[in-house]
């Protein structure tokens, strides 16, 4: 069973503060890596892409990959309320089709 | 900037009854999908479309679904015979064609069996 794991949270975070969110994945050849936010009631809204080890940042988003350790993660720095929703870890693997997700991570921006 | 949209966002019916979800995807995405998520339960996969035919279904997607693309703008997810457990919001998503994988997905349709 392919697997992806995140913490459920809550995460709190002071408004300014850097959030980081961690996600582990079970099948090693995974290619593809996503973050998707996901605000109560409404649909996956995506965010981020990676595909290969090291950094990429986006704005205020940063996702971070290291396949030798199956981890994926995301940064958001100088957080804001308006952050505060549902992320969730998506991976796709070899078959480059199925997207498996994660629980989820509930973020809370405190203002 | 070009969106997935979804009809109904609610669809009430009745157990046993059959129920047509419908989606237009991007119009130049050549990939199409639909997910469900079960209300405080995870996305999950149903199946995979592409060229006119399923490439990938998952162990959820049995007989009682089918999909179809009727048309060159919609894609319709069928229950034939609803059961209370098939109660969840159902997400169609879809992408182009490419190396980036990126799925854009759809405001949901939000279906109750009673």
């Known amino acids: 069973q392919k697997e992806v794991e995140q913490n459920s949270g809550p995460l709190s975070v002071p408004e300014g503060a850097i959030a980081s969110l961690n996600c582990t994945y079970s099948d090693r050849v995974s290619q593809s890596f996503f973050w998707y936010r996901q605000y109560s009631g409404k649909s996956p809204e995506l965010i981020m892409s990676?595909?290969?080890?090291g950094d990429k940042e986006d704005g205020r988003f940063t996702a971070q990959l290291n396949k030798a350790s199956q981890y994926v993660s995301l940064l958001i720095r100088d957080s804001q309320p308006s952050d505060s929703a549902t992320y969730l870890c998506a991976v796709i693997g070899g078959g480059y089709q199925k997207v498996t997700f994660g629980t989820g991570t509930k973020l809370q921006v405190i203002p | 900037e070009p969106e997935v949209t979804q009809t109904p966002s609610h669809q009430v019916t009745q157990m046993g009854q059959e129920v047509i979800l419908r989606c237009v995807p991007i119009s130049n995405h050549l990939y199409f999908y639909w997910y469900r998520q079960i209300l405080g339960q995870k996305v999950e996969f149903l199946v995979s479309f592409y060229n006119n035919e399923i490439s990938e279904k998952s162990e959820i997607f049995d007989d009682q679904f089918s999909v179809e693309r009727p048309d060159g703008s919609n894609f319709t997810l069928k229950i034939r015979s609803t059961k209370l457990e098939d109660s969840a919001m159902y997400f169609c998503?879809?992408?182009?064609?490419?190396?980036?994988?990126?799925?854009?997905f759809g405001p949901g349709t939000r279906l109750t069996v009673t």
């Open positions: 990676i595909y290969s080890n």
């Open positions: 998503a879809s992408r182009p064609t490419g190396a980036a994988y990126e799925q854009y």
